[in-house]
T-cell receptor, first 114, second 115 residues
Framework: DAKTTQPPSMDCAEGRAANLPCNHSTISGNEYVYWYRQIHSQGPQYIIHGLKNNETNEMASLIITEDRKSSTLILPHATLRDTAVYYC???????????????FGTGTQLKVEL | DAGVTQSPTHLIKTRGQQVTLRCSPKSGHDTVSWYQQALGQGPQFIFQYYEEEERQRGNFPDRFSGHQFPNYSSELNVNALLLGDSALYLC??????????????FGPGTRLTVL
């Protein structure tokens, strides 16, 4: 799986958009970009994933550059409850049972403040 | 609909002892993965079970072993505990053959302390 690079920490004012960047310059054509977050003392939580098109769900938007070498996770209206470590992961998806490990880096600690 | 559950929540052991951690996957899921998360680090993949077999393994020694039962629940066993095994152990479940569009659901973890 390709390696990702994220800033170690970011701050965001409550109510503003939080834009979390991720660099994955060695991504290959069959690797998806996944985002998870981990609130303190809890298990990681899935946020969103994509291959090459931008994606949006009820939690966030994922913007992937045309060359797929980087992406940005956008939380449109950050709240205090969004304070967490955010992990960007790229991985090949194997369509058979038991072959889909997640390789986590150290992530970005997002702190949302009043 | 119950999510992923893990037991116990906390555990204290001494060096050299053995430990067994348990995980029940989210209803309808058939694949279980285990991760180790040291303080300040991201989770590290230990292994994944599907159809009661270990299908993929991370860079962990043979002291780490597991099992999956017919009801898809799973156990993680660690023998000859070392101080460095102190960590949060996370279980994640998913549904095979749908991983392209289906995320892994994580449990709350078991905090293991080795003294």
């Amino acid at each position: 799986d390709a390696k990702t690079t994220q800033p170690p920490s970011m701050d965001c004012a409550e109510g503003r958009a939080a834009n979390l960047p991720c660099n994955h310059s060695t991504i290959s054509g069959n690797e998806y970009v996944y985002w998870y977050r981990q609130i303190h003392s809890q298990g990681p939580q899935y946020i969103i994933h994509g291959l090459k098109n931008n994606e949006t769900n009820e939690m966030a938007s994922l913007i992937i550059t045309e060359d797929r070498k980087s992406s940005t996770l956008i939380l449109p209206h950050a709240t205090l409850r969004d304070t967490a470590v955010y992990y960007c992961i790229v991985r090949v998806v194997i369509l058979t049972g038991g072959g889909n490990k997640l390789t986590f880096g150290t992530g970005t600690q997002l702190k949302v403040e009043l | 609909d119950a999510g992923v559950t893990q037991s116990p929540t906390h555990l204290i052991k001494t060096r050299g002892q053995q430990v067994t951690l348990r995980c029940s996957p989210k209803s309808g899921h058939d694949t279980v993965s285990w991760y180790q998360q040291a303080l300040g680090q991201g989770p590290q993949f230990i292994f994944q079970y599907y159809e009661e077999e270990e299908r993929q393994r991370g860079n962990f020694p043979d002291r780490f072993s597991g099992h999956q039962f017919p009801n898809y629940s799973s156990e993680l066993n660690v023998n000859a505990l070392l101080l460095g095994d102190s960590a949060l152990y996370l279980c994640a479940s998913s549904l095979a053959l749908e991983d392209r569009d289906n995320e892994q659901f994580f449990g709350p973890g078991t905090r293991l302390t080795v003294l």
